[in-house]
């Protein structure tokens, strides 16, 4: 038969009907919305597919063997019953669409780092707690949802920050604080909607609404304060945790104006990461003199200049504000970070009516345990 595209979904089929070998040149063939339970090898057999639908279906593996659909361009298996993924996806080059959503996996295999030609990854309504930052080798992804992952943390600046992505969605996770490094091109972003986030950094500002105010209240950091960067705003007196690998951070303005040596070699590192991934060079990381150079190395950039037509890539060092919009009844926080005090005095010039700033400082250790009791004796009255 003819025919390089087959219907076959909602008709509670239980396996994979063997008549699809009938079919010559079979390209596409939605089996949605059955009761299939596994992916027969003679399946695989079908290289001519380019496009497998097969979400809503009862699948608790997916074939080692499926790196043999050489020309597969989408695969759907989300809301199935998956626990892990193969590695042999990564073998899946042509690979643009990928959707997983919906089952239940806790770790994406790093081998996904050699899909270059993938466009499109959804990895919702999952148990993911971390993102492998091998994904940022996927440089073609331009839609990216981790949405619904409700023990995800952190969301990698290298990933935030791949040079096509368009869409993110992250909404409903567990996140700290959301990436100051965003790509250029984001057009789409879905991502307010985490209750330990209580600052917003001003790249999210053309995207965030006052209605994101009546989200569910905020709850704590669930972490450990020490080892991070934090700061205190003196209005309210939060607590904000700055982007890891944060080392130093100057006020606006400042008497001080230094780009730091060490960040231009950060720099020039990620500018040899676009030919090969820095982070896994082990013989590069066991020529280093200090042990938190690797993490440096591996986050890459931390946040981009909040100056529009600078957008320059920060790393340890920048100069940062905390603001808030005037004559709104919106409490929000917004965050900027600059590379030099010139884009920052700028930035400031050309939005000082819309925004004041918000006096803050660097906690210390003494800060955080102070901060530790409070908590402690408020949590007491409470239940008293």
Excluded at 57 to 80: H, T
Excluded at 249 to 260: G, K, L, R
Excluded at 327 to 333: D, H, I, P, R, T
Aim: aromatic share 10%; charged share 20%; hydrophobic share 40%.
């Amino acid at each position: 038969m003819n025919k390089t595209i087959l219907h076959w979904s909602y008709l509670n089929f239980k396996d994979v009907p063997m008549d699809l070998f009938l079919y010559e040149d079979l390209e596409e063939v939605y089996l949605k919305e059955n009761y299939i339970s596994a992916i027969p090898k003679w399946l695989l057999n079908i290289t001519t597919l380019k496009f497998i639908h097969l979400a809503g279906n009862n699948l608790s593996e997916l074939p080692v063997d499926i790196y043999m659909l050489e020309n597969l361009e989408f695969l759907d298996v989300s809301n199935n019953e998956l626990r892990e993924l193969p590695k042999t996806l990564g073998l899946l080059l042509r690979l643009q669409q990928l959707n997983v959503s919906g089952n239940q996996l806790t770790e994406l295999p790093v081998e996904l780092n050699t899909l270059r030609n993938l466009e499109q990854l959804n990895i919702a309504k999952n148990q993911f707690r971390r993102l492998p930052i091998q994904l940022s080798e996927c440089v073609r992804l331009n839609e990216l949802n981790v949405s619904d992952n409700e023990a995800l943390l952190h969301l990698p600046e290298r990933i935030a920050n791949l040079p096509m992505l368009q869409s993110l969605h992250a909404d409903r996770c567990a996140l700290i604080y959301l990436p100051a490094a965003l790509s250029k091109f984001m057009n789409h972003v879905r991502i307010f909607h985490n209750t330990s986030v209580n600052y917003i950094p001003m790249i999210y500002e053309r995207f965030y609404q006052n209605f994101y105010d009546n989200r569910q209240k905020v709850t704590p950091i669930p972490i450990a304060k020490k080892g991070f960067f934090w700061v205190r705003e003196l209005e309210t007196n939060k607590l904000l945790l700055l982007p890891v690998g944060t080392r130093k951070i100057y006020a606006v303005p400042s008497a001080e104006n230094q780009v730091t040596l060490y960040d231009d070699c950060l720099h020039a590192l990620q500018t040899l990461n676009r030919h090969v991934p820095v982070y896994e060079n082990a013989a590069l990381h066991r020529m280093l003199p200090e042990p938190y150079m690797s993490g440096h190395i591996n986050n890459g950039p931390i946040a981009r200049c909040t100056t529009t037509n600078c957008s320059s890539c920060l790393y340890t060092t920048y100069y940062f504000m905390v603001v808030k919009r005037r004559g709104s009844a919106s409490k929000q926080l917004f965050t900027c970070n600059f590379c030099t005090q010139y884009c920052a005095l700028q930035w400031l010039s050309g939005n000082m009516k819309k925004y004041y700033q918000v006096d803050w400082k660097v906690c210390d250790d003494d800060d955080l345990d102070d901060d530790d009791d409070n908590n402690g004796d408020n949590d007491k009255t409470r239940q008293s």
